[in-house]
């Protein structure tokens, strides 16, 4: 029970339509199974039940909450929503993401409207999220953070908004782990690699007009470790080591987490 009396917010708790879990929903399961008390967040309220309901069958405690990372006002009534039920905040974790599926592309063909919503979604939500636990975790004197970047950030990646913001990500948690150490807050990133997930697999399949097994077989053949895509339980117990008081002096990190990838471009 590594979490026990932990209270967690994990915003993209939900997931996108596919097989398999996504980041977001693992990562609620998993923090649950360790003794924390859980908020789902998604803009998909439906998607964020069916998360909570698979907590609660394992009889853990899990609430679901709509909120559009897009509306910051929405992201405030959800971390107000987990303080006033449960009288504290200790960890934050932002899964949200999107780039095909938010109209990104090449330089040559990137719109600015594509560009301003993945831009929005991606990073502008994240701090936003931050921005409202903050003021909590400093009063507590205790709390952590964990983002969800990309290696997309540190490789050779074709389309250009979901690079920058995964990019800006890590850049973003640096300046969140330095200015609020001092508070006892720590904040982390997550670098997840090729991953078999319904947003990295399923919607390529739908965008490319190739079956799920053909994206799946391409993008194992990618990954040095074993020739396999990892899981979202691979990004889930990163979340889970770095939220627990065993990284309890870990802080700033970014963590890749993807079967050698980036060691093989380095």
Avoid at 7 to 15: F, K, T
Avoid at 152 to 173: D, E, R
Avoid at 204 to 228: C, F, I, M, N, Y
């Amino acid at each position: 029970m590594r979490l026990a009396g932990k209270v967690a917010v994990i915003v993209g708790a939900g997931q996108s339509p596919g097989e398999g879990l996504g980041n977001g929903r693992a990562t609620a399961l998993r923090f649950a199974r360790e003794g924390a008390k859980v908020l789902a967040v998604d803009k998909n309220l439906a998607s964020a039940e069916e998360t909570a309901a698979l907590v609660r069958a394992e009889q853990g405690d899990c609430v679901a909450f709509a909120a559009d990372v897009t509306q910051e006002a929405t992201l405030a009534a959800a971390i107000a929503e987990a303080h006033k039920r449960w009288g504290r905040v200790d960890i934050l974790d932002n899964n949200v993401g999107v780039s095909l599926a938010g109209g990104d592309t090449p330089l040559a063909e990137l719109t600015e409207e594509a560009f301003d919503r993945v831009s929005a979604i991606n990073l502008r939500g994240t701090i936003m999220a931050c921005k409202h636990a903050l003021p909590i975790m400093r009063q507590q004197r205790a709390g952590a953070i964990i983002n969800i970047s990309s290696i997309a950030a540190w490789c050779n990646y074709p389309t250009v908004a979901y690079k920058a913001t995964k990019a800006a990500m890590i850049a973003f948690t640096q300046q969140l782990a330095i200015q609020n150490a001092a508070f006892g807050v720590r904040a982390n990133v997550i670098l997840p690699g090729l991953m078999d997930t319904p947003m990295a697999v399923d919607t390529r399949a739908r965008v490319s007009g190739k079956s799920r097994a053909q994206v799946a077989a391409e993008r194992d053949a990618q990954v040095p470790l074993r020739g396999r895509m990892g899981t979202a339980w691979d990004v889930a117990n990163a979340a889970l080591f770095l939220a627990s008081d065993e990284a309890q002096f870990i802080t700033g990190v970014a963590l890749p987490v993807d079967g050698g990838a980036l060691v093989k471009i380095g």
